[in-house]
């Protein structure tokens, strides 16, 4: 047993590498912890390997015969034993105790220590509720820190639920919590090691998906493009290497790589934080991670929830993260951020992506040069590694496996050089639409927003864009032409209709006029009569 030192957070132990093994049913004596957990059944049925009427099913056998709850799901049919085994191959596995969490004892004992302090917990449903730790691994801290005289027993209250024990600090224990917390302020969820959290990433690579048409073209089915765009994309996402969007502005860059985040549908285990040399570096952002909801099953046993595949609440169910990173994107965001006054880490921008897609939006409109941003993904995108460094200056690795998504209104040769553009293997295009998908388009957002526009109103207003105006036609400008409309119409109280001068309005806000003072005569027409 590792022995106390002046620094809780001394790291005495290896961490020890996740290895596949049997899952055994989680025994939860007080019956109440997992109330609050997402439910095995919610993940199967998110992944769409069971309904819930399965799982109800399911439920009222277990509730009758006992057993685990997979075991009932394939006696009924719902699923077959290899993809019940696929699936719990990729479920982060429960710690047993301890020395399996991978940790310092005294890293997990402080921790512990500091939610009861900072969050006033009472009881252990709450310490295990707080910590993320299975109930049997809490009372084996606790013993310790009672053990150690760093906590004390005010017995124990009968609930709803369970017998609760509750405890209280001591006067050391309240002296050696308050100097863990100078020592590192991160109070959360315990952290997972540096070498599972590889693994995990590893196990739910975003290529383990198959991307087919169709589901990209539901993906895409409120945007209209040409029909190679899908041909195009595809293969892309199906490769999981990076892709360059780019051409003319206003035409859908950034709407086809947001649309392109439903393209997957696989739940992906992000864990609340890491640890790496004794320092922690948080990584789940509810910004980012968009978790799986439990869903409500009143009819549900209340006893069912004693037998529970051992999932490891360290981790959050989540949808595949989408990043989207503009004119915001500094060199430091794709770096460790530390926390000189809690000494701790936030993970960085392209590690909160991993599983997911990246998109970095209008390259060239950073602060910092293209050369350098992108000299920061030469390496990364090439060995599907990244380097970290701690401030400490112990560097370590993490897996690079997410799609990277970039797009740019500027001409990509201008922005970057062949050695770069190798490493960008899917390049796509996406250029003006064509008479015809551009007609398509206005005629859509005329129907959306209820507005009836005859083919002659349309001639008119794009001989006027492209005539008069001397402008490309841009998939951006119907919406913006009928939205400009619209609110010209409210501002003056009538119905919705395509009246010419309001039309002149819309488009005159098009583009900005170089000579302000130029004569009406030299601008040429207007649609009003």
């Not at 590498?17 to 109440?32: D, V, Y």
């Not at 004390?152 to 308050?178: C, N, V």
Request: aromatic fraction near 8%; include cysteine; glycine fraction near 6%.
């Amino acid at each position: 047993m590792p022995t106390l030192t002046t620094n809780p957070f001394a790291l005495k132990t290896e961490p020890a590498k996740p290895t596949p093994a049997k899952r055994e049913i989680l025994k939860n004596p007080r019956g109440g912890t997992l109330l609050l957990r997402m439910r095995f059944g919610d993940l199967l049925v998110r992944d769409k390997l069971v309904t819930e009427a399965q799982i109800t099913e399911a439920l009222k056998r277990q509730s009758k015969q006992g057993g685990r709850l997979g075991e009932h799901l394939i006696a009924i049919g719902a699923i077959t034993a290899e993809q019940l085994d696929r699936f719990l191959h990729r479920m982060p596995m429960e710690p047993q105790d301890v020395a399996s969490t991978g940790l310092d004892e005294n890293d997990l004992l402080a921790l512990l220590l500091k939610l009861i302090y900072t969050r006033r917990l009472q009881n252990l449903r709450e310490y295990t509720d707080a910590i993320k730790l299975p109930y049997h691994v809490v009372v084996e801290l606790v013993r310790r820190a009672v053990d150690r005289k760093f906590l004390y027993s005010l017995g124990s209250r009968t609930s709803d639920l369970a017998k609760e024990m509750s405890y209280e600090f001591t006067e050391e224990g309240r002296r050696w919590t308050i100097d863990a917390l100078e020592q590192m302020r991160y109070v959360g969820p315990a952290p997972v090691t540096l070498e599972e959290f590889t693994y995990q990433v590893n196990l739910q690579k975003l290529t383990n998906e198959l991307v087919t048409k169709e589901r990209l073209a539901k993906a895409l089915e409120d945007l209209s493009f040409e029909e190679s765009f899908v041909e195009h994309t595809g293969p892309a996402l199906n490769s999981g290497r990076a892709i360059l969007l780019y051409g003319p502005p206003g035409n859908g860059k950034t709407s086809i790589a947001m649309r392109l985040a439903a393209v997957f549908a696989d739940t992906i285990y992000v864990p609340y934080a890491i640890s790496v040399e004794g320092q922690i570096i948080r990584v789940h952002d509810p910004s980012v991670h968009t978790p799986m909801n439990p869903m409500a099953r009143a009819e549900e046993p209340a006893g069912s929830i004693m037998r529970r595949e051992d999932y490891d609440m360290r981790w959050v169910p989540c949808k595949r993260p989408f990043v989207v990173a503009g004119g915001e994107l500094t060199l430091e965001m794709l770096d460790l951020s530390y926390n000189e006054s809690s000494h701790f880490y936030d993970a960085p921008l392209h590690m909160k992506a991993l599983g997911g897609c990246f998109v970095i939006d209008d390259l060239g409109r950073q602060l910092v040069s293209p050369t350098k941003l992108l000299n920061r993904w030469i390496v990364p995108l090439e060995s599907r590694i990244d380097y970290l460094k701690l401030h400490t200056g112990k560097s370590f690795s993490i897996p690079f496996d997410e799609l990277v998504i970039v797009s740019t209104n500027l001409e990509p040769e201008d922005l970057m050089d062949m050695a770069f553009l190798r490493r960008l293997p899917y390049k796509i295009e996406i250029r003006a639409p064509k008479l015809p998908l551009y007609k398509k388009i206005f005629m859509d957002e005329c129907q959306r927003q209820g507005l009836a526009m005859s083919e002659d109103e349309m001639d008119a207003i794009i001989a006027r864009i492209t005539e008069v105006e001397g402008l490309e036609l841009a998939a951006f400008q119907p919406r913006f032409i009928v939205d400009q409309l619209l609110s010209t119409c409210r501002f003056l109280g009538v119905q919705p209709h395509f009246e010419p001068h309001f039309l002149d309005y819309a488009i005159d806000n098009l583009r900005v006029r170089r000579n302000s003072a130029a004569p009406a005569e030299k601008l040429g027409p207007k649609l009003c009569r």
